[in-house]
């Protein structure tokens, strides 16, 4: 094992929770992420900032194999993403929120979280069939679980409520509890904090930092550099569907052509 290539793909290294190696996506002539790199290192929060358009959301779906690359590699935890597959994301470690969150209106605040439970015996017939008591444990266990991630996320007097009734900002805190509940030990957040109000946010970047703490690796897109600042130990910009600058969000928020990148998208 000398850190070669075949190392890492091996998983036999494993270095970073997320290694992506030049990832391209073009949508007609857009070239959505041209030729992108990426690297999160375990227990590291990241951040990825850029201008609109600069391809973050478009990245962010390649990594969680919800968009099928047209060229490039994603490693997760050493093992390689099988390109477009969400599901085999969950399998290797990752969760991911969206920036909208859709839950199941009509099931209850407790029934949305449950559909994150992975890997259920009672998913499959023959188990039902043979082992129920198995199942009836394994359900009693989840429940039991996404309970404690809705005390977690300060749900709980929501939890047999039609998730309709949920606003914006609530929406958000079950999605976060519905995707803890596969254990992911690497997460991308998408505009966590986005239309939220200011109580909210700061119980929001206070529940994340508390899943950083416990060792998870965070990958977050955000615009709200305030978040931003506090939360994130680096800082990657995009542009262009390229890679700008990184560092830490003191130093990219000043750096002359992040300025001039925003300015641009501004123009
Ligand atoms: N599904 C899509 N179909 C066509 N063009 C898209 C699609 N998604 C994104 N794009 C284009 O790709 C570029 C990058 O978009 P996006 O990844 O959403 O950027 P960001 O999240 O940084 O604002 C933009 O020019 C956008 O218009
Ligand atoms: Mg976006």
Redesign the pocket.
Known sequence: MDGSPADVRSGALAPHAIAASGLSLA??G????DGMDLRLGHGEFLGLI????????????ILAGT?RPDGGTVLIDGHPAPPGDAKARIGLGLGRTFQIPKPFPQMTVLENVLTGAQNQAGEHIWPNFLQFRRVANEERAAVEKAKALLDFVKLTPLMHEPARVLSGGQRKLLELARVLMADPKILLLDEPAAGVNPTLLEFIIGRVLDLNRQGKSILL?EHNMDMVTRLCQRVVV?AG?RFLVEGSARDVSRHPAVIEAYLGAAA
């Open positions: 949508f007609g857009v070239k959505a992420v850029g201008p609109n358009g600069a391809g973050k959301t478009t990245l962010f779906n968009y897109i995009m569907g």
